[in-house]
């Protein structure tokens, strides 16, 4: 006498095979028919993926969604490489860092993040914003909260004790106090692996530093480096241990040569790299994030 399971498994092998075969047929695509440059063709998404290009405008079967674009321009999505979508460059922007809740950030930010996306920008580097801003952002993304583009954020940038990302330049001591690894400032090798750390603990995607002082920095001139080399490295190798890169904001040479030395996986902006160091990104494979264009 054949047990329950065995009379029935010939039918449960049956109605798998079914699933497995009817599961494509299933799936519901989205075809869109482009018009230039590419014309007369149909592009299928599938789970928001690009699956195939096909010759011709494909008929809709099944649950299947047409988006008709044939009298417009269809490009791939534009990724943008170093963004700031928590905030603008404007008039008491700075002051406002005193006025407004990390949440008030937040919400004054999300126009910024739908007109990025009807922009054609489909995804973004969002390298540096305070108090998690960036990363409440990128989440409310991906939950399908807030319309935007698809976010890597680094949360803090990293500086060094006075350097170009420490929030408390300008600002007498006795009301922000002394910076430390939970304001992103960092002292020594210890210090940067500690603050490397926490960003990552915090969730950020990649790793923000700034190797040299910026053009519109309080802490000296932006071809002054500002991170050692030893700190780069702990903080490169750190990142890489959690899967993660690391980003440097870098316009002089000297500055940018540390960071691309000790494996940097991009240079922000580079306003005065020299021959030098150019060669050593073309050796260590680094890219370059120039700066086209600069808030006013």
Request: contains cysteine; proline residues 4%; neutral net charge.
């Amino acid at each position: 006498m054949p047990s329950s399971h065995a009379r029935w498994q010939p039918v449960i092998n049956l109605l798998v095979l079914l699933f497995v075969c009817a599961g494509p047929a299933l799936a519901q695509r989205t075809l869109i028919h482009a018009g230039q440059p590419l014309s007369n063709i149909t592009l299928v998404i599938t789970a928001g993926h690009l699956r195939a290009l096909e010759k011709g405008f494909l008929p809709a079967q099944g649950n299947d969604t047409v988006i008709d674009l044939k009298d417009k321009f269809v490009l791939p999505g534009l990724m943008d490489m170093h963004t700031h979508l928590a905030g603008q460059t404007e008039k008491g922007g700075y002051l406002k860092r005193f006025q407004l809740y990390p949440a008030d950030q937040a919400l004054a930010a999300t126009p910024y993040l739908k007109q990025t996306l009807l922009a054609g920008f489909t995804t973004v580097r969002d390298l540096g914003a305070g108090e998690g801003v960036d990363l409440a952002l990128r989440d409310a993304v991906n939950r399908g909260d807030l319309i935007g583009p698809r976010m890597l954020v680094a949360g803090k940038s990293l500086a060094v004790m006075g350097g170009h990302a420490d929030p408390t330049n300008g600002y007498r001591e006795d009301l922000l106090g002394v910076p430390g690894i939970e304001q992103g400032v960092i002292n020594g090798v210890a210090g940067g692996r500690q603050a490397a750390l926490l960003v990552i603990k915090r969730g950020a995607d990649w790793v923000k530093i700034t190797a040299t002082a910026g053009v519109l920095s309080l802490s000296g001139n932006a071809d002054n480096p500002q991170f050692t080399e030893e700190e780069i490295r702990a903080i490169v190798q750190t990142a890489a241990d959690f899967g993660r890169k690391v980003a440097a904001h870098a316009h002089g040479a000297e500055g940018a040569k540390r960071a691309i030395r000790a494996g940097v996986a991009s240079i922000e902006h580079g306003t005065y790299l020299d021959d030098e160091a150019l060669a050593l990104m073309k050796q260590h494979g680094t890219y370059l994030v120039p700066t086209i264009t600069a808030g006013k």
